[in-house]
């Protein structure tokens, strides 16, 4: 909202967080996480704590420089960069030109979503990720956080129409596999289970935002305040031939409405004075 009190509350904790990881350990050294929670094929957990740690790096720095603390964020965007350095050179991860660790779904989306790889590689990487799921019969081998990422990877490339091929996929793994063994809820896991996995859990509901953002079409700007610039690209992906929805924002409710008619994509939208639409 434009409103900087949240973040004058809580900086200086996100300033202690960042002061104890710097002497704890060295970026090349970033200790594992939980990774790619419940992922088919998972990928390297500490390839995906470095991707965490220099996302948590930059989020704190675009803080510090909005509070005037710019010793502090050009400290973090220094360590950010050095992660990005790293990663690209480490031959553990990126052995070839845009393929990272062993080229695993969740690995090319990590790399790809927070922009380890240069941009040179960019494509590479893409192809390898876009090549792996058509290889798995538009298939999802990814977890909690690349699924979100495999999404959105793929609508803002151009596979908008892929994404949907992913996100309708019938039998097991994916949404309808839940549906079809009676689930009334979102799953923890891909793999249905008496005991072990929660049958009600957030985990995959990422499929949401994506429907909101890819399928019905409103994406709030990276570089917005308050909401005040979105972009508006619907898709009409495999089995949806009609969608409609709202975003309630501080400047009024964006609506949108879009059906196929002979094929062709009719777009109906109303958009708040002081929005901008790009």
Request: proline letters at 4%; charged letters at 25%; a negative charge.
């Amino acid at each position: 909202y434009g409103d900087t009190e949240a973040v004058t509350e809580t900086y200086p904790t996100l300033k202690r967080f960042l002061d104890l990881c710097e002497r704890s350990f060295r970026p090349e050294d970033t200790p594992k996480c939980i990774g790619d929670h419940e992922a088919l094929d998972k990928a390297d957990q500490q390839m995906t704590a470095m991707c965490h740690y220099h996302q948590f790096l930059k989020l704190t720095a675009k803080f510090a420089r909005r509070l005037g603390e710019t010793a502090d964020a050009a400290r973090y965007e220094a360590t950010a960069a050095e992660l990005e350095r790293i990663f690209a050179e480490m031959a553990r991860y990126v052995p070839a030109k845009g393929f990272v660790g062993n080229g695993r779904q969740g690995e090319e989306a990590f790399a790809i979503y927070h922009r380890m790889l240069p941009p040179a590689d960019l494509d590479a990487a893409y192809g390898i990720l876009r090549y792996d799921v058509i290889a798995h019969d538009n298939a999802l081998s990814t977890g909690i956080f690349a699924t979100q990422y495999l999404l959105e990877i793929l609508t803002d490339r151009g596979d908008a129409e892929l994404a949907g091929k992913v996100a309708m996929h019938e039998g097991f793994p994916g949404w309808f596999n839940m549906l079809d063994h009676g689930a009334t809820t979102l799953w923890e896991s891909w793999i249905g289970s008496d005991n072990i996995y929660s049958h009600c859990h957030p985990m995959f509901g990422t499929v949401a935002a994506w429907m909101m953002k890819g399928v019905l079409g409103i994406n709030v700007c990276e570089d917005a305040v308050g909401c005040d610039k979105v972009r508006i690209e619907p898709h009409a992906v495999p089995g949806v031939t009609s969608a409609s929805g709202w975003l309630d924002t501080p400047k009024g409710r964006i609506t949108v409405s879009w059906k196929l008619v002979d094929g062709k994509m009719s777009v109906e939208k109303s958009v708040p004075a002081g929005i901008a639409v790009r």
